[in-house]
């Protein structure tokens, strides 16, 4: 009787004790963690680089048992942290807040939970992964408007999504193309693409796109490293930004190449393709466009970036000033020798004023804090200043 109650005493104990256990996990859309020891309240972790070359910064997990706990939180890779930490969501409410400046110390940062929080959610930045993309079209005013297609599936057979706003005139006389995800990780620009979006179709003084303009969107280039919670930027055996010459390897990239031509009649006037810098420091804390190696591009492209300027009306603003020449800093022909980016390809289209990169911090915007409406009001500045662009080269 005595043993009885004793094995069922120590059921009960490791019972508990493992309901009381730390859980972390990442089998999520956009998911990704290497938990590398947990012991008591400190857990170890890594960015799972995956499908990477070198080092990036890419991590978003869950934590569940961690009611009334004291949790600290130790990363082993440097740079893997933003300016105002990392950001964080509890109890699933689907808000995402920064932790705040210098909390992290050494690649660790601790938390201290409530009784009353049973999860939480922690990212290098605000996620974005397909539900969010839906969610933000079903609550879109307008929405009837745009078509939303399939430019192709993905290897792992989920739908790439290619959305056309077309003209209220028949024959527009302009045709935009805007992309984003090249790489999967820079989930903040998708933020800047509902601004975009939402602006087109419902700012008053946007009658001149509506009606002379045809939109294409293409949200998730990378829809797999997405929703798989890869980094995607220097993707092995190949970048999505360095697949638009020979014969291209991914499924949205060839089918890009081959639908944009047709599609665009020679109407195609600007393309734009949406990115994150990296994750802190010089060069990565503004907005700014990555100049094209063309002479008349780059001076579109400069008209462009004033406009943005002159339009960015929110906090978080784009300055001219921060506009990258090429040849200067990374925007040199060495680190495209592995391929040519979609802007570059994009610049060769028949027709094409202007062709550009636009890069978009994770967190940190000249000294401002990135939140989602502060993203998606810049997107609204973008709007505006594709107006005064196509009307000014009209
Ligand atoms: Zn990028």
Redesign the pocket.
């Known amino acids: 009787m005595k043993t009885i109650f004793l094995i069922i005493s120590l059921f009960y104990i490791n019972s508990v004790s493992s309901q009381n256990n730390i859980r972390i996990s990442s089998d999520f859309p956009g998911g990704n963690i290497i938990v590398q020891k947990i012991s008591k309240d400190t857990v170890w972790l890594k960015p799972d680089l995956s499908f990477t070359e070198g080092k990036w910064f890419y991590w978003y997990f869950k934590i569940s048992n961690i009611s009334g706990k004291r949790i600290i939180f130790k990363f082993e890779q440097n740079n893997v942290f933003t300016k105002f930490g990392p950001a964080y969501s509890i109890n699933n409410d689907n808000t995402w807040k920064w932790y705040g400046e210098n909390r992290v110390v050494n690649n660790s940062f601790s938390f201290f939970f409530t009784e009353q929080d049973s999860l939480a959610y922690f990212c290098v930045a605000f996620p974005y992964t397909e539900i969010n993309f839906y969610k933000f079209l079903s609550n879109l005013k307008n929405k009837e408007l745009l078509k939303i297609d399939t430019l192709c599936l993905s290897p792992e057979n989920r739908i790439i999504e290619k959305i056309v706003l077309p003209s209220l005139i028949n024959k527009p006389a302009f045709k935009v193309v805007i992309t984003a995800r090249?790489?999967a990780c820079?989930m903040t620009e998708n933020y800047v693409l509902e601004g975009i979006i939402e602006s087109i179709l419902n700012e008053k003084d946007l009658e001149f796109l509506r009606k002379n303009v045809e939109f294409l969107f293409i949200p998730f280039i990378d829809k797999d490293g997405v929703e798989n919670g890869e980094q995607g930027?220097n993707r092995i055996p190949r970048d999505h930004?360095r697949d638009y010459d020979t014969q291209s390897i991914h499924r949205s990239t060839a089918a890009l190449r081959t639908m944009i031509p047709s599609w665009s009649e020679g109407k195609v006037k600007i393309a734009l393709d949406l990115?994150?810098p990296w994750i802190k420091g010089n060069r990565n804390e503004d907005i700014y466009l990555v100049g094209n190696s063309d002479s008349t591009i780059a001076n579109n492209q400069m008209v462009f970036s004033k406009l943005l300027e002159k339009n960015s009306i929110g906090e978080i603003k784009l300055y001219h000033s921060n506009f990258l020449p090429y040849g200067v800093g990374w925007n040199a022909y060495k680190n495209f020798s592995t391929g040519m980016s979609f802007s570059r390809w994009a610049s060769h289209l028949v027709g094409i004023s202007l062709s550009t990169t636009l890069e978009f911090p994770y967190a940190n915007v000249s000294g401002i804090a990135v939140s989602k409406d502060g993203a998606r009001i810049f997107g609204k500045a973008i709007a505006y200043a594709i107006k005064e662009y196509l009307e000014l080269k009209k």
């Open positions: 090249h790489h820079e930027k930004n990115h994150c």
